[in-house]
């Protein structure tokens, strides 16, 4: 699984800030406790004690210092009853002073050897749903508020009914979301405005987030935006790489709206890269457009359309635009 650097650096700003909240929160209820009952400042006092100089002591001369450790250890283990007494005696849990850390699997260092820990994982995930809250609707954008009266139910024109399509795209979807891996595929969501191909990528996005994996989205302009910005910024310096690596190694890139940006050879080799790149990566990639597969090889070239068709699973939108019909019926 990997990581969006800059998600993650606001995750760990997040975790480091709680820590040292529920630090502070520890050390405002010990300073109580001490003003209350000044024997539990003793207490503490003689816990901390002085075994280390004792044992260098008892190392210095020479001796064993196997009975001096036995002499600390039942002399601390008396004054831990001592303070579980009086703690419950003032009407107090027990452990109340203990220094038992927030996360018992990493002791809220956020990592577990290498790997990141679940509490941060839940930090990670939080603060990629906000990220992407900026740009989706993420409270409402739900697979329980999909709406399918809104497809009509005849075949009219279309091979199908709007609304026989509809509910096999959205099983497509909802499936796609929860069993997302490294051995999912890639989807690509076409058709006319309005049809809900944003809506299902966003229920998408939210799922997959919340499952703690690295989901950027963004729409096609911006995306070749700042590829166009970096390769600029690469002549003068290295920074311009690490800018797009968020596109190119989240383990779900979402593109929006491909298609509505302004036509360059640039952009058609930028959005080459990020689709070859990503598949060569094993990275799973969605992307929402009004152009058809056939539109996408005569816009970007045959050798996109080639592994548009291939490797991604292509999901037809038809029917009349929503929006159109939510304003025609108020």
């Given at each position: 699984?990997?990581?969006?650097?800059?998600?993650?650096?606001?995750?760990?700003?997040?975790?480091?800030?709680?820590?040292?909240?529920?630090?502070?929160?520890?050390?405002?209820?010990?300073?109580?406790?001490?003003?209350?009952?000044?024997?539990?400042?003793?207490?503490?006092?003689?816990?901390?004690?002085?075994?280390?100089?004792?044992?260098?002591?008892?190392?210095?001369?020479?001796?064993?210092?196997?009975?001096?450790?036995?002499?600390?250890?039942?002399?601390?283990?008396?004054?831990?009853?001592?303070?579980?007494?009086?703690?419950?005696?003032?009407?107090?849990?027990?452990?109340?002073?203990?220094?038992?850390?927030?996360?018992?699997?990493?002791?809220?260092?956020?990592?577990?050897?290498?790997?990141?820990?679940?509490?941060?994982?839940?930090?990670?995930?939080?603060?990629?749903?906000?990220?992407?809250?900026?740009?989706?609707?993420?409270?409402?954008?739900?697979?329980?508020?999909?709406?399918?009266?809104?497809?009509?139910?005849?075949?009219?024109?279309?091979?199908?009914?709007p609304r026989e399509v509809a509910e096999r795209n959205f099983d497509v979807c909802q499936d796609y979301a929860h069993q997302f891996?490294?051995?999912?595929?890639?989807?690509?969501?076409?058709?006319?405005?309005?049809?809900?191909?944003?809506?299902?990528?966003?229920?998408?996005?939210?799922?997959?987030?919340?499952?703690?994996?690295?989901?950027?989205?963004?729409?096609?302009?911006?995306?070749?935006?700042?590829?166009?910005?970096?390769?600029?910024?690469?002549?003068?310096?290295?920074?311009?790489?690490?800018d797009v690596a968020r596109y190119l190694d989240c383990d779900l890139l979402i593109m929006d709206d491909l298609g509505t940006e302004?036509?360059?050879?640039?952009?058609?080799?930028?959005?080459?890269?990020?689709?070859?790149?990503?598949?060569?990566?094993?990275?799973?990639?969605?992307?929402?457009?009004?152009?058809?597969?056939?539109?996408?090889?005569?816009?970007?070239?045959?050798?996109?359309?080639?592994?548009?068709?291939?490797?991604?699973?292509?999901?037809?939108?038809?029917?009349?635009?929503?929006?159109?019909?939510?304003?025609?019926?108020?």
């Amino acid at each position: 699984m990997s990581y969006d650097g800059k998600i993650m650096r606001r995750a760990l700003a997040r975790f480091n800030e709680d820590k040292q909240r529920r630090q502070q929160q520890k050390d405002e209820r010990r300073q109580r406790l001490h003003t209350q009952i000044p024997r539990l400042a003793q207490i503490e006092q003689e816990l901390r004690g002085t075994m280390s100089q004792i044992i260098a002591s008892a190392l210095s001369r020479g001796t064993d210092p196997m009975p001096a450790i036995r002499v600390i250890r039942d002399s601390n283990l008396e004054l831990q009853q001592e303070r579980r007494e009086i703690l419950q005696a003032y009407g107090y849990a027990p452990d109340y002073l203990d220094e038992e850390p927030h996360c018992p699997l990493c002791r809220d260092s956020g990592y577990r050897g290498s790997a990141v820990c679940e509490c941060l994982q839940e930090y990670y995930a939080r603060e990629q749903i906000a990220e992407l809250s900026q740009l989706l609707n993420m409270g409402s954008e739900t697979f329980e508020t999909f709406d399918f009266n809104w497809y009509a139910t005849e075949r009219g024109n279309y091979r199908r009914a709007p609304r026989e399509v509809a509910e096999r795209n959205f099983d497509v979807c909802q499936d796609y979301a929860h069993q997302f891996s490294p051995r999912s595929g890639n989807l690509l969501l076409f058709g006319a405005p309005g049809l809900g191909k944003t809506f299902l990528s966003a229920c998408i996005a939210r799922v997959v987030s919340e499952n703690g994996h690295s989901v950027v989205y963004d729409t096609a302009a911006h995306i070749f935006s700042q590829f166009e910005a970096a390769k600029f910024r690469r002549d003068y310096d290295d920074t311009g790489d690490a800018d797009v690596a968020r596109y190119l190694d989240c383990d779900l890139l979402i593109m929006d709206d491909l298609g509505t940006e302004m036509l360059t050879t640039f952009v058609q080799s930028a959005f080459y890269q990020i689709v070859n790149s990503r598949l060569a990566k094993g990275k799973k990639t969605i992307i929402n457009t009004n152009l058809t597969p056939d539109e996408i090889g005569q816009r970007y070239g045959a050798a996109v359309q080639s592994r548009i068709e291939g490797e991604y699973e292509l999901l037809p939108f038809i029917g009349e635009d929503i929006r159109k019909l939510k304003r025609q019926r108020g």
